[in-house]
Nanobody, 123 residues
């Protein structure tokens, strides 16, 4: 199993910044991609950004130019720097990772989620 632990959420005023972190642990062989999703009250979970092991990134249109995703492969950790935050960015942010783990002498795929961290943008 792979565990993802997020941190860095909180309350911030509009225009402010927050940095989320997500650390993966377990019998990890490789992580192909790590990413962030968010879910606002009454809405479906939506994609925010992701990054491959090679550093390729993708962003939702709503966060392009404001959010930056980065990754430390040695630490199996992904970060989301969020600037110019807006009230509509308020949501629970979830980390996701998928790749391969070692189990019983074999490698198998995994797709894991963190427990979520609350981000609230309000004056």
């Amino acid at each position: 199993q792979v565990q993802l632990v997020e941190s860095g959420g909180g309350l911030v005023q509009p225009g402010g910044s927050l940095r989320l972190s997500c650390a993966a642990s377990g019998s990890i062989v490789t992580i192909n991609a790590m990413g962030w999703y968010r879910q606002a009250p009454g809405k479906q979970r939506e994609f925010v950004a992701d990054i491959t092991s090679g550093g390729s990134t993708n962003y939702a249109d709503s966060v392009k130019g404001r959010f930056t995703i980065s990754r430390d492969n040695a630490k199996n950790t992904v970060y989301l720097q969020m600037n110019s935050l807006k009230p509509e960015d308020t949501a629970v942010y979830y980390c996701n990772a998928h790749g391969k783990v070692a189990t019983g002498g074999y490698h198998r795929g995994f797709d894991s989620w963190g427990q979520g961290t609350q981000v609230t943008v309000s004056s």
